[in-house]
Nanobody
């Protein structure tokens, strides 16, 4: 599994972005995928996850962010709508063949981050 995240950038508050995470491996469809984010001095926090059991979101992003996946393209997406300055962070995608959920320690594979900056 090799994850490559992209799609970050600078956007005004209220705007939208779509992040992508491509897996160059061959077993993407069997993996649970997730997005986390991190700001300087803080722990990496859970944003959203998608697996065979469905999707789940952090309370802070429910109704604004949507996680999805395209197994044919080995890609996971995170659609970010109604962005707020507090959403500014480096966003990381993660994968695991067995675990799904919000516990970052349980994910075995990580991509490099992509920076999202929301201006007020």
């Amino acid at each position: 599994v090799q994850l490559q995240a992209s799609g970050g950038g600078l956007v005004q508050a209220g705007g939208s972005l779509r992040l992508s995470c491509v897996d160059s491996g061959r077993t993407f469809s069997t993996y649970s995928m997730a997005w986390f984010r991190q700001t300087p001095g803080k722990e990496r926090e859970f944003v959203a996850a998608i697996s065979w059991s469905g999707t789940n979101y952090a309370d802070s992003v429910k109704g604004r962010f949507t996680i999805s996946r395209d197994d044919a393209r080995s890609t996971t997406y995170l659609q970010l709508n109604s962005l707020k300055p507090e959403d500014t962070a480096v966003y990381y995608c993660a994968a695991d063949p067995l675990f799904t959920g919000s516990n970052r320690a349980r994910y075995g594979y990580w991509g490099q981050g992509t920076l999202v900056t929301v201006s007020s």
